[in-house]
């Protein structure tokens, strides 16, 4: 794949786009790939993948009905129509009808957005030395896997606390107490909302944004 182009791989097909050209999605069959004709809860232009100077895009084409792009760690941002997204590397658009959800892949190069304390020189310590040990990882694995899942599968929601130490064979409590006691140490370490009633939100997009767990993290609780 060249530098400037993308791939997008669409129910297994594959297609590389060139830097002047792009790609189209929705129910009209004048799209580059029509996601369902016969779907109308899909907006005839869902939307379209396109290149911005040095940046490929994704664009919310609709007046009506918006999709999701799922970034690289399993993070699910939602774009209302007219909205766009630099594509950073390996995307999925998840587009939900009526019928079925439809998910594209996305592979294109890196973004190159300098994140802020890159640019001010400012470091960063949040979290700084807090170690996890093989129990942590699997706790958070069987909690978060849900956002490390693709197709089908994917669900950008942390599992139930009873769920997650079924699928370890763990008591309830030994799931608990391990997340809280990991909870408690990002806190003192400086990590916001470690605490309240989002705080599994918030520790799910630590662990995944930090590398805590990854993808490959999914062979952990699948054995």
């Known amino acids: 794949m060249s530098t400037q182009s993308l791939v ?8 590389e786009i060139a830097a002047d050209a792009s790609f189209s999605f ?6 580059t790939v029509c996601l369902d004709p016969d779907d109308p809860a899909i907006s005839r232009l869902a939307g379209e993948i396109e290149r911005a ?6 664009v919310n084409r609709s007046r009506s009905r918006q999709f999701a792009v799922v970034d690289q760690y399993g993070l699910r941002r939602v774009l209302g129509p007219g909205q766009r997204e630099p594509v950073d590397g390996r995307v999925r658009v998840i587009v939900d009808g009526a019928n079925a959800s439809h998910e ?6 890196p973004a190159g957005i300098v994140a802020a304390d890159d640019a001010t020189g400012l470091p960063t310590s949040a979290g700084h030395g807090v170690i996890i040990n093989d129990a942590d990882r699997h706790a958070l694995v069987a909690l978060f896997a849900g956002y490390l899942q693709e197709g089908p599968r994917y669900d950008p929601n942390p599992k139930s606390y009873a769920a997650a130490a079924a699928r370890l064979g763990w008591p309830r409590t030994t799931l608990v107490k391990r997340i ?7 806190a003192n370490a400086g990590v ?3 605490q309240g009633w989002n705080a599994l939100s918030s520790l799910a997009e630590y662990a995944l944004t ?6 490959e993290d ?3 609780i699948e054995q």
Request: charged letters at 25%.
């Open 26 to 31: 929705g129910r009209a069959s004048g799209c």
């Open 8 to 15: 997008v791989t669409v129910d297994g097909v594959r297609r």
């Open 104 to 109: 594209l892949i996305v592979e294109g190069p």
């Open 180 to 186: 809280e006691y990991l909870r408690t140490r990002l």
């Open 210 to 215: 930090t590398g805590m767990i990854t993808r």
């Open 53 to 58: 100077g040095d940046v490929w895009l994704v």
């Open 192 to 194: 916001p909302n470690m």
């Open 218 to 220: 999914l062979r952990l």
